[in-house]
C-alpha cells in the first residue's frame, strides 16, 4: 500500500527500528526491491534521484513506483531523493510521490531554512511531508569531510522549517569508500534529544560497516539511504551475465537474474536495519 513519508517514519519510530530507503533507477530496480519488501513483510521507500525528475525517465518511472506500491501487500513510500528546488518537488508530486526532500544543504544556514519551509508549506497542502538536510552529506569523491551537523542547529532548523525528518552529517558519504566510515554515534543521540525526537536519515548507507549502521539505528537513524551499493549488485550481475555464451537475449529473461540480485541486497539491508517482519 501506498503511505505518505510521515505514515512510514511513525512506524519507525513506533518500533524504534528503521526503514530502508533505496533509490531505484529503472523497473528492475523497482521489482527487485519490492519482491524484498513482500518478502521480508517490511516497510520500504522507493526514491528517485531529482536528475531523473527532470528528464523523461521521471515520467516513465513514476508509474512504475505507484503502481508497485499501489500493489504491495507492505507499506511503500515514494520519496523525490534530494530535490533541489521548487521544480523537481512539485514535479514529483505531480507524479504521485508521497514524500519530497529538499535538500538546501549547499545553501546559507538562513536559505537553507527558508527554503526548505516553503516547501513544507506547499507539500501539507497535499498530505506530503518534506526531508531536510543540515550539514552537507558530500560524495566519497570529496577529499575533507564538510563540517558535522550540530545539535543546535539541528534544533532551529526543525522547529522553523516543520521537515517531519532530518538528514544529518555524521560520518557518510554518497558512493564507496576508500576506507570504511565511523559514525559520530553520540552525534546522532545528541540532535535526537535536541529537536524532540525527530527522525534521523541516514544517506551515504552503501559500505557503512554494519555495526555501525546497528548503532544508527539504536541511537535514532529512522530513515537510511542505499544507492551504490544497489546500483552494483544490479550492474555486477548484468555484466557477469552478459559474457555468458548461452546467455538469454529477450531482455526481459536476461534481467531476471539482475533483479534477483537488486532483491537479495535489498533483503540484506532490510534485515541489518531491523525492518524485517515490521509491516503492520
Ligand atoms: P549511497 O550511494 O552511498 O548508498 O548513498 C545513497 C544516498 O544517500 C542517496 O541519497
Known sequence: MLVNLKEILDMAEKGGYC??????????????ALHAAEEMRAPVILQVYPRLMKEETGYFLSP??????????????????????????????????????LDGSTLPFEENI????????????????????LGHVGTTADD??????????????????GVVCLAVAVGTAHGR???PPKLDIERIKEI???????ALVLHGGSGVPDEEI??????????MNFATDLC?????????????????????TFMKRPIEAVKEFCISRIKLVGADGKAE
Open 177 to 179: 569508500y576508500k576506507k
Open 19 to 32: 526503514i530502508p530507503a533505496f533509490n531505484v533507477y529503472n523497473m528492475e530496480n523497482v521489482i527487485g
Open 214 to 223: 546497528k548503532k544508527a539505528v539504536k541511537a535514532g537513524i529512522r530513515k
Open 114 to 133: 527558508a527554503l526548505t519551509k516553503k516547501i513544507v508549506d506547499f507539500c501539507k497542502h497535499v498530505d506530503v511531508q518534506v526531508e531536510g538536510e
Open 64 to 101: 512504475v513506483i505507484l503502481a508497485a506500491a499501489k500493489r504491495a501487500t507492505v507499506p511503500v513510500c515514494f520519496n523525490l531523493d534530494h530535490g533541489p528546488s521548487e521544480l523537481e518537488a512539485t514535479r514529483s508530486i505531480r507524479y504521485g510521490a508521497t514524500g519530497v526532500m
Open 192 to 198: 535526537r534529544e535536541a529537536t524532540n525526537n525527530t
Open 144 to 161: 575533507s569531510m564538510d563540517e558535522f551537523t550540530t545539535a543546535s542547529d539541528a534544533k532551529r532548523f526543525v522547529e522553523e522549517t
Open 232 to 252: 552494483y549488485a544490479f550492474i555486477d550481475c548484468l555484466a557477469e551475465d552478459a559474457v555468458k555464451p548461452d546467455r538469454a537475449v529477450a531482455v526481459d
